[in-house]
C-alpha cells in the first residue's frame, strides 16, 4: 500500500486504495482549476484508484463533490479554496499547506493535510474525517453537523483562531494542541470560543481555557474517562498518518466544551419567533485597499475575480475601461500603489499585478459606443492627454491631439528609460488608442493664435500640455545648474533617432539634485554615458521618493544616496549643501543636474484663462472635483494642475473626459465617489503564508483576499438560516418575507460585502 495508510484502511472496500497499483500522476502547474478538476472526475469515473496531483498552486474546488469511496487523491503543493467541498467518500491527502474553506459541507471520506489550515474549515460539515496536522485559522467547525449514524470528526494538530465551532450543531472537533501552547490556543478575542454552540462537543488539550474566551450558549465541563475513551480512536487515528507518538498527546489535561442548553440563539432562528431586529442585508461592493491606493482607479479586485472564474477577456476589458496604458503603465512603470496597499502583503506578499498586467497584453477589440457629432481638441499627448481623448473617443467623438513632440506620450516617450519602458512596449497601446479614431498632430506647438482658432473649429478644448520647463533652484551660481529633463530629452532622442547619445559630455564627476523616479532614469542614462557609479551623488531635501527597488540597485552600484541635504550654491566646480544640522560640505561635480520640479508653459491660453495659476505657475481649479476652467468650453488637466504621477494623470485625464461628456450631453457632472472598505472589515489573518517561488502568477488570483469585492461563493446564501438570500448570477435577492435580520450572512461574507441596514 502506498504511504503510510492508519488501520482503517483496511476495512475499505477491496482494493479500494489501489494497493499496489501504479498512480495515474498529473503535472498540475499552469492548469486552470475548472481543467485540473474535469480531469480528476474524468480519472474517477474511468474507475481510477489512486491520483497524484503534482506542482498544484492554489488551484481551487479540488476533489469537490467527487462520489468515489475508493479513490485516493493526493496533492502535493499548496491547494486553494474549498479543498474536498461535498466530497462523498474518497480519500484526499495534501503533503504542504491547506488554504480556506477545507471540507465544507463534507458528507463523508477523509481529508488530511500535513500542514496548515486556513479560515472556515468544516463549514457544514456532516460527516467524515478531517486532520489538520498544524494550526488553522478563525471559524473552523461553523455549523458542524451530524445526521443519524454520521458524526463528522475533526482533529486539529495545533491551535485555532477565534469563533471555534461558532453555531456547532453536532460532530466532535477536537484541538490537539501537541505543542502545549498556554495561550492563543482557542483564539483570544471575548466570547468567541463556541459561541451559539447547540450540539456536538468541543474537545481542547492541555489548556486552561479563560472565561472570557467562552461564548454564549456554551460551557466547560471535565471530558471524564468516558470524553477521553470516545475520542481516544480519533486522537491514534490521527497520530498514525503524522508518524506522531499518540501516547504522550493523550496523557495530558482534557476538557470538553457542550451547550449549555437548547439551541442560544432559537429567538432569532426562522421559524421560532414572529418579530425581526428591524434590519436587512445589504449587498454593495465597496473599493478594495489596492483600488483605493492606484490613483488611475484601476479596479484590481474585480479584475481579479474576473480572472478568478477564467473570465480572461473580461478581466482585460475591465482593465481597458479605466485605463488607455494598461500594459506600459500598470506593466512597467507604475510605482504600484495597489501592492503597497494590498492586504495580502501583510501575510507573505502581494498579490503581484505588475507582473500580472504584463501576461496580459492580449489586444481587444475596442470600438466606440456610438458616433457623436461634436469634436474635442486635446493639447498636449502625455498621460492625462492620452487618457483624456481615449476616453472620449470611446464615447463617440471626433478627437484631434495636437503635440509639440514627434511621437506621442508625453514625459514618457521623451524621458523615461526605455530600461524601464521598452519602445515597443509603449508603442502597443499607443496604437491601440490610435486604431480608436483619435487623430494626432505632432510637432506642433500650439500658439495664442492657433488656440483662438481650435476654438472656432472644436466644441471643446482639454488642455493638457503638462510641466516640461525646469524650475531651478534660485542659488547662487544658478547659471551652473541644468535642467534634468532637458537632458534626458536629449539623451531618449538621440537614442530613438539611432545616434550617438555619447557626445553629450558630462565630465567624470556628477550630481544628481532630487531623488524621484525621474532622478532615477536620468541617474541610469548618466551611467550609460560612462560615469562611473561611485562618482555621482544624489542630494534631496528628503528620503527620495524614487522606486525603493530601483533606488535599491543603484545604491549597490556605488551610487551615492544624501538626505536631507539642501543645496546652497554652485559653481564650475561642484556644490554647497548643508546638511540638517546646518553643517558645510562641498560635493565636486563637473555636471549638476536638478530633477526637483518643473512648470508649464500657458502662455497661449486667454488671459481669462491665464490668471487662474499659482506662484509656481500651476492651474487652481476652483473644485477638486472640476477640471473646467473660466471659458465654458475649456478644460484644464494632468501636470499643467500640479505634478503628477503617471497614474495620477491617467486617472486625472478620465475624470476629465467623464464631465466633458456630462456638459457635451447637458446633463450635470457627478463624480464618481467610492466607498473604500474600512479596515476592520480586512481580514489578512485567514490567509495561509507562502513563498512566492512557490506561486504560479497565473494563479495569483487564487491568493487574493478579495476584500470589499464579491466572488459569488454563496457563503452567505448557504448560511442563512431561513433561506431568505438567493442568488442568480451578479444579482442577490432577499425575500424579507423571510429575513429576520439576524446578521449571519453579514458575518459569514469574508469580503466584507454584506452589510446590515435599517429596513
Not at 489550515?117 to 460527516?127: E, F, I, Q, T
Not at 512596449?425 to 498632430?441: C, R
Request: charged residues 25%.
Amino acid at each position: 500500500m502506498t504511504g503510510n495508510y492508519p488501520s482503517w484502511a483496511s476495512n475499505m472496500p477491496e482494493n479500494s486504495l489501489a494497493e499496489g497499483s501504479s498512480p495515474v500522476v498529473i503535472d498540475a502547474g499552469g492548469i486552470y482549476y475548472r481543467q485540473l478538476n474535469e480531469q480528476i472526475r474524468r480519472l474517477a469515473c474511468n474507475g481510477a484508484r489512486h491520483i497524484v496531483l503534482k506542482g498544484v498552486r492554489g488551484q481551487r474546488y479540488l476533489g469537490a463533490g467527487l462520489d468515489s469511496p475508493g479513490l485516493l487523491l493526493q496533492i502535493y503543493g499548496v491547494p486553494g479554496e474549498d479543498l474536498g467541498f461535498n466530497l462523498n467518500g474518497p480519500v484526499i491527502e495534501v503533503f504542504g499547506h491547506g488554504q480556506n474553506a477545507i471540507a465544507n459541507t463534507m458528507d463523508s471520506g477523509r481529508i488530511i493535510v500535513h500542514g496548515l489550515g486556513g479560515d472556515a474549515l468544516a463549514y457544514g460539515m456532516r460527516g467524515g474525517r478531517l486532520f489538520v496536522r498544524d494550526d488553522v485559522g478563525y471559524r473552523v467547525g461553523i455549523h458542524m453537523k451530524q445526521y443519524r449514524e454520521k458524526v463528522p470528526v475533526v482533529v486539529v494538530g495545533g491551535t485555532s483562531g477565534d469563533y471555534l465551532g461558532e453555531y456547532m450543531a453536532g460532530g466532535i472537533l477536537i484541538l490537539l494542541n501537541r505543542k502545549n501552547a498556554r495561550e492563543m490556543v482557542a483564539g483570544n478575542s471575548d466570547k468567541t470560543l463556541a459561541t451559539g454552540i447547540h450540539g456536538g462537543e468541543i474537545y481542547i488539550y492541555g489548556y486552561n481555557i479563560p472565561p472570557y474566551l467562552l461564548g454564549i450558549g456554551a460551557r466547560v465541563q471535565s471530558a471524564g474517562c468516558a470524553g477521553r475513551k470516545k475520542i481516544e480512536p480519533f486522537v491514534r487515528e490521527f497520530c498514525e498518518y503524522f508518524n506522531l507518538e499518540a501516547g504522550a498527546l493523550l496523557n495530558r489535561e482534557l476538557v470538553k466544551i457542550v451547550p449549555l442548553g437548547s439551541r442560544p440563539f432559537a429567538k432569532i432562528y426562522y421559524p421560532s419567533y414572529p418579530a425581526d431586529t428591524g434590519l436587512k442585508p445589504e449587498h454593495v461592493e465597496r473599493t478594495s485597499p489596492c483600488e483605493a491606493g492606484c490613483p488611475a482607479g484601476v479596479p484590481t479586485g474585480r479584475f481579479l475575480r474576473y480572472l478568478r472564474h477564467g473570465e480572461v477577456e473580461k478581466a482585460v476589458q475591465l482593465l481597458d475601461e479605466v485605463t488607455p496604458l494598461r500594459y506600459s503603465c500598470c506593466g512597467f512603470i507604475c510605482p504600484h500603489l495597489c501592492m503597497e496597499n494590498c492586504t495580502r502583503g501583510k501575510v507573505d506578499f502581494s498579490i503581484r499585478t505588475a507582473e500580472l498586467a504584463k501576461r496580459f497584453k492580449n489586444e481587444l477589440k475596442i470600438e466606440a459606443e456610438q458616433k457623436r457629432p461634436e469634436k474635442i481638441a486635446v493639447i498636449g499627448a502625455g498621460p492625462a492627454g492620452l487618457s483624456a481623448a481615449y476616453q472620449l473617443a470611446r464615447r463617440g467623438y471626433g478627437v484631434a491631439v495636437f503635440d509639440e513632440g514627434e511621437r506621442p506620450g508625453g514625459k514618457i516617450y521623451q524621458v523615461i528609460s526605455r530600461k524601464r519602458l521598452p519602445l515597443e512596449d509603449l508603442e502597443h497601446d499607443l496604437q491601440g488608442i490610435e486604431k480608436l479614431g483619435v487623430e494626432f498632430a505632432l510637432n506642433t506647438r500650439v500658439d495664442a493664435p492657433m488656440f483662438e482658432k481650435m476654438l472656432g473649429d472644436y466644441d471643446y478644448v482639454v488642455v493638457a500640455v503638462g510641466a516640461h520647463k525646469p524650475l531651478l533652484p534660485p542659488v547662487k551660481g544658478k547659471e551652473y545648474l541644468r535642467g534634468g529633463l532637458d537632458f534626458l530629452k536629449e539623451y531618449n532622442r538621440l537614442l530613438q533617432q539611432n545616434n550617438d547619445p555619447s557626445n553629450i559630455k558630462l565630465g567624470e564627476k556628477v550630481v544628481v539634485v532630487g531623488g524621484g523616479d525621474a532622478a532615477v532614469d536620468g541617474i541610469e542614462a548618466v551611467l550609460e554615458l560612462g560615469v562611473e557609479p561611485r562618482k555621482i551623488t544624489v542630494i534631496d531635501v528628503k528620503k527620495p521618493s524614487a522606486n525603493a527597488q530601483e533606488r535599491g540597485k543603484l545604491e549597490r552600484k556605488g551610487v551615492r544616496f544624501c538626505y536631507p541635504m539642501f543645496l546652497q550654491e554652485a559653481s564650475g566646480e561642484g556644490v554647497f549643501v548643508n546638511d540638517a544640522m546646518g553643517q558645510r560640505e562641498f560635493i565636486p561635480a563637473d555636471t549638476i543636474l536638478v530633477f526637483i520640479n518643473e512648470q508649464p508653459v500657458l502662455d497661449f491660453l486667454p488671459q481669462e484663462i491665464r490668471k487662474d495659476r499659482d506662484q509656481r505657475g500651476f492651474y487652481i481649479h476652483e473644485s477638486e472635483n472640476s477640471f473646467r476652467t473660466a471659458h465654458p468650453r475649456v478644460s484644464v488637466v494632468g501636470d499643467v494642475q500640479g505634478p503628477g504621477l503617471v497614474t495620477t494623470n491617467i486617472g486625472r485625464g478620465r475624470q476629465c473626459a467623464l464631465e466633458v461628456h456630462a456638459l457635451l450631453l447637458g446633463k450635470e457632472y457627478i463624480p464618481e465617489v467610492k466607498q473604500p472598505l474600512e479596515s476592520m472589515y480586512l481580514r489578512p489573518q485567514r490567509a495561509v503564508p507562502l513563498k512566492e517561488e512557490d506561486v504560479e502568477i497565473e494563479e495569483e488570483f487564487d491568493r487574493c483576499l478579495h476584500c470589499g469585492v464579491c466572488v459569488q461563493c454563496d457563503d452567505c446564501v448557504n448560511a442563512c438560516p431561513r433561506q431568505a438570500l438567493s442568488r442568480d448570477g451578479e444579482k442577490f435577492t432577499v425575500d424579507l418575507s423571510r429575513c429576520g435580520g439576524c446578521g449571519t450572512c453579514a458575518a459569514t461574507c469574508l469580503g466584507g460585502v454584506i452589510r446590515m441596514v435599517p429596513r
